[in-house]
């Protein structure tokens, strides 16, 4: 800030959007943006001419990145939009600090700081709507919208992160009249934003309203009966599980859902292996490892979780301890031991150890006998003879 107000003047620069918004409620700040009348170029030369790291992040949108102390700094130049089309903008800079403002989404995200904590509020309502909760558009909340869809995503998002009481209705009349526009956007985008809506603290309230307007409809066809999924959030905090909790029990219908979304591969799996049906916490401790064992950790506890929630919240820590607790044992034994027994390399190898493996498994994995065990089943090998 020292930097750009040598440049540019004690006014020329504020910190602006959540790291205000955050500070002023009391929330934890986890990245810092600051808005400046200062073109580009003017902006990287001050911040080099102070010794700073400048990386040109987004010149066409006005923004560089600064790097002090390792840690980055996101400054954009004052701005209003000459074209949008519903995904991205073309922009003018300026050096009004209320039209800078009037392009933003929301009032609440509106608010800027100067270095000594004093807080200009050009709407006249993003203070108020911080402290009370509320998610209101700037301006024409259609309007804002048509600017950029991913905006309908992000009041519900911030609905969830920072809305009390219920959402403001004249926002939510407008995400469910554009609710087409979501085609527009990008796969990746759209789950970003319903991965970070879904790690609120409580996004029941937001899904509920986007179930009502039909947005959730469109992000997630045939989604799921609402009562595991507000089980599930009472129980874990896990976006990934939450989800899971909103996706039909049908593996090859998650998979294209996820496809869809533009999911992590590993993620995807994930989904996929916890829809294989549940697991109830009452399965006895050898069932439980011999699932950790065949399907591994992570779909065994969030079968355990699904069964749970769709269970309203049953008690599974002892089981959910157990799966989480228990080492893996490894094969014990392997080809050089069928070697030694005289059996070649190839298919019967593999089909012995696959027997091996089945016993071990359904004997609770028991750590001694494995010699007598493989000589029995080597012996027993069909063609050969008593």
């Not at 001050?46 to 992040?57: D, H």
């Not at 400054?75 to 073309?90: C, K, Q, W, Y």
């Not at 009481?165 to 939510?172: M, Q, R, T, Y």
């Not at 992000?219 to 899971?244: K, N, Q, T, Y």
Request: with cysteine.
């Amino acid at each position: 800030m020292a930097a750009l107000e040598a440049a540019g003047g004690p006014d020329c620069a504020r910190f602006v959007g959540g790291c205000v918004r955050n500070a002023l409620v009391g929330r934890l700040v986890d990245d810092i943006d600051i808005a400046t009348r200062l073109k580009p170029e003017d902006t990287m030369a001050a911040l080099r001419a102070a010794g700073l790291k400048v990386v040109p992040t987004g010149l066409a949108h006005g923004t560089v990145t600064a790097v002090s102390q390792r840690r980055p700094y996101e400054i954009t130049t004052l701005r209003r939009d000459v074209e949008t089309d519903g995904r991205r903008a073309v922009v003018a800079f300026t050096d009004d600090w209320a039209e800078d403002a009037a392009r933003r989404d929301f009032r609440l995200n509106a608010l800027y700081a100067d270095r000594s904590g004093a807080i200009f509020d050009p709407t006249g309502q993003g203070v108020a709507d911080a402290r009370a909760g509320r998610v209101v558009f700037v301006g024409d909340p259609n309007r804002r919208i048509e600017e950029d869809y991913l905006r309908i995503l992000r009041f519900f998002r911030f609905f969830a992160w920072y809305g009390r009481a219920e959402p403001d209705p004249a926002g939510l009349a407008a995400c469910a009249a554009q609710a087409e526009g979501l085609a527009r956007l990008s796969a990746e985008r759209v789950s970003k934003e319903l991965l970070k809506l879904l790690a609120a603290p409580d996004p029941r309230p937001a899904v509920r309203a986007m179930r009502t307007t039909g947005v959730l409809d469109r992000l997630i066809p045939a989604v799921a009966a609402s009562a595991a999924f507000e089980s599930m959030v009472g129980i874990s905090d896990d976006p990934v599980l939450r989800l899971s909790a909103l996706l039909p029990d049908e593996p090859e219908r998650i998979a294209a859902i996820a496809q869809g979304l533009r999911l992590p591969r590993a993620m995807e799996a994930r989904l996929c292996a916890a829809a294989e049906g549940p697991i109830a916490p009452s399965t006895p401790a050898q069932g439980l490892r011999a699932g950790v064992y065949r399907l591994g950790r992570q779909a065994v506890m969030d079968r355990l979780m699904r069964a749970r929630a769709e269970a309203d919240g049953a008690d599974a820590a002892g089981a959910l301890a157990l799966v989480a607790g228990w080492p893996v044992p490894r094969l014990p034994v392997g080809g050089r031991d069928l070697a030694r027994l005289g059996i070649d390399p190839g298919p019967e190898t593999g089909r012995i150890l696959k027997a091996f493996e089945d016993e071990w498994v359904a004997a609770d994995f028991p750590f001694d006998g494995h010699a007598e065990r493989l000589s029995r089943l080597v012996a027993a090998r069909p063609g050969r003879s008593g």
